[in-house]
C-alpha cells in the first residue's frame, strides 16, 4: 500500500524536524549558559585579590603614627587610622579642607 508508506516518510520527515530543532534548541542553550560563566568570573578592577597583599601592606595610622595591617586599618576619607576614634580626631584636627 502506497499510503502506509506515506505515513513513514512523514514520521521520518517529523523526527528529522525536530531532532534538529532540539540539536538547535541545545546549541543556542550552551552558547547562553557559556556566555554567562565567561561574563563571571573576573571583576574589571584588573587589581590582585586582596589576600596575596593585605599580608604584607601595612598602613600608618595619620593620628597617632603607629603602623597596622591594612585589613586590620579604619579606612576614612581616604586616610587610615587605627581606629575609628583616632578617624574622628585626625579629621577634626586636620580640619575640612
Ligand atoms: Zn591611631
Known amino acids: 500500500m502506497s499510503c502506509s508508506e506515506e505515513v513513514t516518510l512523514g514520521k521520518i520527515l517529523f523526527w528529522f524536524?525536530?531532532?534538529v530543532a532540539v540539536?538547535?534548541?541545545a546549541r543556542l542553550l550552551a552558547r547562553s549558559?557559556?556566555?554567562?560563566e565567561r561574563a563571571a568570573p573576573l571583576p574589571k578592577d584588573g587589581k590582585?585579590?586582596?589576600d596575596m597583599h593585605s599580608?604584607?601592606?601595612?598602613?600608618?595610622c595619620h593620628q597617632c603614627g603607629i603602623h597596622l595591617p591594612r585589613s586590620e586599618a579604619y579606612l576614612s576619607n581616604g586616610k587610615t587610622w587605627c581606629g575609628p576614634e583616632h578617624a574622628r580626631l585626625g579629621q577634626s584636627s586636620s580640619g575640612s579642607s
Open 33 to 36: 549558559t557559556s556566555k554567562v
Open 48 to 50: 590582585v585579590p586582596p
Open 23 to 25: 540539536l538547535f534548541g
Open 17 to 19: 524536524i525536530i531532532i
Open 55 to 60: 599580608a604584607e601592606a601595612m598602613v600608618r
